[in-house]
């Protein structure tokens, strides 16, 4: 079956633009994750949603990142006046339930560049 | 809080030769542990995990990896590498219980020379 997919794969743009990210999970994956994955930085941890209901936001770099999911389905990470710190991939995630053993399934990521 | 420690950012190795490449984690709580295989192009997949039983798993292309309780460390061994094992590698450490999320190390970088 398809995997988990993002969209746009590759995003250019200018300071202080906002840009959205989004993402497809796996059908009847109940838990959706956003990680981002900086140069030498590994994978940082930014948001999970188990359905719709995003209980820990503490991963978000700042206010200026926000995410939403809807139908228990898409989600979208939105980045609001870009910075050049921003710029890294950003990667999705979704698992069958939210467990701690249930295996992540990665997406290919969105590679965010911000001129 | 969770952290994970790989202490190897690059490992060069040459083809057929073993590698090793280690794995620290903190946690107050029993945990989930993972290794996440990046190949190049290509996203993030499961390489292998430890979630109960025998301390050692396997995957399926000869990789394993020794969950060791008292040492916190999750280190991954390949007795033979091939040139296909060239890929970014990522132990990862999930709660058994509490937070939901999945913690990542920094990644190794493993490139085999002919």
């Known amino acids: 079956g398809a995997g988990v997919s993002q969209s746009p794969s590759n995003k250019v743009t200018e300071k202080g633009k906002d840009v959205e990210l989004r993402c497809d999970p796996i059908?009847?994956?109940?838990?959706l994750y956003w990680y981002r994955q900086s140069l030498g930085q590994g994978l940082e941890f930014l948001i999970y949603?188990?359905?719709?209901?995003?209980?820990?936001k503490s991963g978000l770099p700042s206010d200026r990142f926000s995410a939403e999911r809807t139908g228990g389905s898409v989600s979208t990470l939105t980045i609001q006046r870009t910075q050049q710190e921003d710029s890294a991939v950003y990667l999705c995630?979704?698992?069958?339930?939210?467990?701690?053993?249930?295996?992540?399934?990665f997406g290919n990521g969105t590679r965010l560049t911000v001129t | 809080a969770q952290s994970v420690t790989q202490l190897d950012s690059q490992v060069p190795v040459f083809e057929e030769a073993p590698v090793e490449l280690r794995c620290n984690y903190s946690?107050?709580?029993?945990?989930?542990l993972f290794w996440y295989v990046q190949y190049p192009n290509q996203g993030l997949q499961l390489l292998l995990k430890?979630?109960?039983?025998?301390?050692l798993v396997e995957s399926i292309n000869g990789f394993e990896a020794e969950f060791n309780k008292s040492q916190t460390s999750f280190h991954l061994r390949k007795p033979s590498v091939h040139i296909s094992d060239t890929a970014e590698y990522f132990c990862?450490?999930?709660?058994?219980?509490?937070?939901?999320?999945?913690?990542f190390g920094q990644g190794t970088r493993l490139t085999i020379n002919p």
């Open positions: 990862a450490v999930s709660d058994r219980e509490g937070a939901q999320k999945l913690v």
């Open positions: 949603f188990q359905g719709n209901s995003a209980p820990d």
């Open positions: 430890y979630l109960s039983g025998s301390t």
């Open positions: 995630a979704s698992s069958l339930v939210l467990l701690g053993n249930s295996p992540l399934h």
């Open positions: 946690s107050s709580v029993s945990v989930y």
């Open positions: 059908s009847g994956h109940t838990a």
